[in-house]
């Protein structure tokens, strides 16, 4: 199973309005400044442990290097990364078509996690799916979790 994660304001968040993993050491913390939701490294931990490939698949720019830094920094080894400058490359390419900011099914992505209720709506469009987190929902690697083994269960019924 696959399942990528979006970065800013899912697992990039503001300390101040968010619980937060604990900062990196100097001087880590002054190349990797974005902060990770509380509860990332436990479930990417565990998300690890049972097989699951876990990728980020963002509009933004940072490059994959970047990101796969940050996360090797808490722990976390990524299987692939799609940002802005991949998506564009292998999804939008030279169409001229609206095609959505994010394409999960593209990659034979199973899950995807957001906080934008739009790239929900385009997962509804587009038939891939997709799993909003509020920002305030502290439960929300339990949810997660529960939604992943929905997902395993659903297909054993088939």
């Given at each position: 199973m696959r399942v990528s994660f979006d970065l800013d304001d899912t697992l990039f968040v503001d300390p101040e309005k968010f619980k937060t993993e604990?900062?990196?050491?100097?001087?880590?913390?002054?190349?990797f400044r974005e902060r990770l939701r509380y509860g990332t490294v436990?479930?990417?931990?565990?998300?690890?442990?049972?097989?699951?490939?876990?990728?980020?698949?963002?509009?933004?720019?940072?490059?994959?290097?970047y990101i796969r830094g940050l996360f090797f920094c808490h722990g976390i080894r990524l299987c692939e990364i799609v940002n802005g400058a991949r998506h564009a490359a292998e999804v939008q390419r030279n169409?001229?078509?609206?095609?959505?900011?994010?394409?999960?099914?593209?990659?034979?992505?199973?899950?995807?996690?957001?906080?934008?209720?739009s790239v929900k709506q385009n997962g509804d469009t587009y038939g891939f799916k997709v799993m909003i987190v509020g920002g305030d929902?502290?439960?929300?690697t339990e949810k997660i979790i529960a939604k992943i083994e929905q997902i395993y269960k659903s297909r054993k019924d088939k």
């Open positions: 604990k900062a990196l050491l100097f001087p880590l913390n002054m190349i436990s479930l990417f931990k565990f998300l690890r442990e049972r097989g699951i490939e876990m990728w980020i698949y963002t509009t933004s720019f940072r490059s994959e290097r169409s001229q078509e609206g095609l959505p900011s994010k394409y999960p099914s593209k990659y034979r992505i199973d899950l995807h996690i957001d906080d934008d209720i929902d502290e439960m929300w």
